[in-house]
Structures are given as structure tokens and as C-alpha cells.
T-cell receptor, first 113, second 112 residues
Framework: GAVVSQHPSWVICKSGTSVKIECRSL??????MFWYRQFPKQSLMLMAT?????????EQGVEKDKFLINHASLTLSTLTVTSAHPEDSSFYIC?????????FGEGSWLTVV | KQEVTQIPAALSVPEGENLVLNCSFT??????LQWFRQDPGKGLTSLLL?????REQTSGRLNASLDKSSGRSTLYIAASQPGDSATYLC???????????FGKGTLLTVNP
């Protein structure tokens, strides 16, 4: 399957700061990128969908000004959590769509203290 | 709104046992269904993908079935091994926009 590199794997930041998570497609060009969030013992929830060169489409309840998504190229998408708060602590994972399946990155654990 | 439910939430079995994980979904108009494996602190690994027109898929010791009309899927693991210990997630895709709706997963522990 395709290889998706996501980093950082783990990040701890202070409340009020911003954190950027990168997702790179290493061996294919992904038109569509998905960002998911997973709280402990909960389902993975879709946050937003982005297509290269266009603005992301956010799911209901997800603040677009807080979770900035940039999909500047077919191989790179970033999620920036701005003014992070402890309640943003979660597992964030990207998925790149190609054909009829999605290839996921390794995920990023964010802890806001 | 699609909802995906996985039963049981956790399962502990001795090594060598065959086991079944269950997944149900509320909207039968799906594009496909996937089973993923998630290891602690890791990302998702796709195990099996079943298209809406298919009834089952097999890969090694894994067999997944799909009954779209009843909104159910099962993942059968034969001769379980300790290395199979992980969380297994079921996800369905609605339409053609690749949006997946996940269940909460089943935490499987295979004891040596």
C-alpha cells in the first residue's frame, strides 16, 4: 500500500501556543486529504477534508479558524492547532485518498499542558 | 447520519482460538466497508476492504463478511496469535467522497 508519513508522532505544548502537524505522501500523489481526531475510547471523527489547492471543508462543530489546514501540494498537507488548549489534547491522524481507499499516517499524539 | 457500532468493546482470548468481531451500521447505502488495525500509539493499518457489491474478503487468517441489507459485517480471525493483539476498527464509506465513519473499535488481547 501507499506510504504516508506523519510527524511529529508525539508533541507536548503549552496552552495558548500553536502546533503544526505534517502529513506527507511518499510514493503517490493524493488529491484528497482527510484529517481525523480521536479522543480516548472514542471513534475517529472526521475533522475536515481538503483538496490540493483549494480550501478545506470542515465538518460541523470543527472550528476552521482554530484548526488550520493547508494542502499546498499533492504530497503535503498540514494541520495547525492554533491557541491550543488542554481540551485539544487528542490523537490526530491524516489520511490520503486515492482510488477507493485511504492510506493513513502514523498519527500524532498532542498533549496540551 | 451514519452510525457504526462495534461489539464487543473488548475481547480477551487464549492463543489459538478462533474469534469473531462484529460491526453494524445504520445506513446500508455504503460504498465500501473496511477493517483496520490500530496498535497502541500507532496509526491505522488497513486489513480488508469489501466493496458494497461483495460479500466477503479474505487475507491470510482474516476473513471479513458483509451483509449490506442488514447493515452488518464480521471479522473472523482464525488461530489467533499474541501478535494479533490490537484495536480493530470497522469503518464504512458513504457515497464516493471517501468519507469514512468509524466505530469505536474492539480491543483484542490474545494471551499466550
Amino acid at each position: 500500500g501507499a506510504v504516508v508519513s506523519q510527524h511529529p508522532s508525539w508533541v507536548i505544548c503549552k496552552s495558548g501556543t500553536s502546533v503544526k502537524i505534517e502529513c506527507r505522501s511518499l510514493d503517490f500523489q493524493a488529491t484528497t486529504m482527510f484529517w481525523y481526531r480521536q479522543f480516548p475510547k472514542q471513534s475517529l471523527m472526521l475533522m475536515a477534508t481538503s483538496n490540493e489547492g483549494s480550501k478545506a471543508t470542515y465538518e460541523q462543530g470543527v472550528e476552521k479558524d482554530k484548526f488550520l489546514i493547508n494542502h499546498a501540494s499533492l504530497t503535503l498537507s498540514t494541520l495547525t492547532v492554533t491557541s491550543a488548549h488542554p481540551e485539544d489534547s487528542s490523537f490526530y491522524i491524516c489520511g490520503e485518498g486515492t482510488g477507493n481507499t485511504i492510506y493513513f499516517g502514523e498519527g500524532s499524539w498532542l498533549t496540551v499542558v | 447520519k451514519q452510525e457504526v457500532t462495534q461489539i464487543p468493546a473488548a475481547l480477551s482470548v487464549p492463543e489459538g482460538e478462533n474469534l469473531v468481531l462484529n460491526c453494524s451500521f445504520t445506513d446500508s447505502a455504503i460504498y465500501n466497508l473496511q477493517w483496520f488495525r490500530q496498535d497502541p500509539g500507532k496509526g491505522l493499518t488497513s486489513l480488508l476492504l469489501i466493496q458494497s457489491s461483495q460479500r466477503e474478503q479474505t487475507s491470510g487468517r482474516l476473513n471479513a463478511s458483509l451483509d449490506k441489507s442488514s447493515g452488518r459485517s464480521t471479522l473472523y480471525i482464525a488461530a489467533s496469535q499474541p501478535g494479533d493483539s490490537a484495536t480493530y476498527l470497522c469503518a464504512v464509506t458513504g457515497g464516493s467522497n471517501y468519507k469514512l465513519t468509524f466505530g469505536k473499535g474492539t480491543l483484542l488481547t490474545v494471551n499466550p
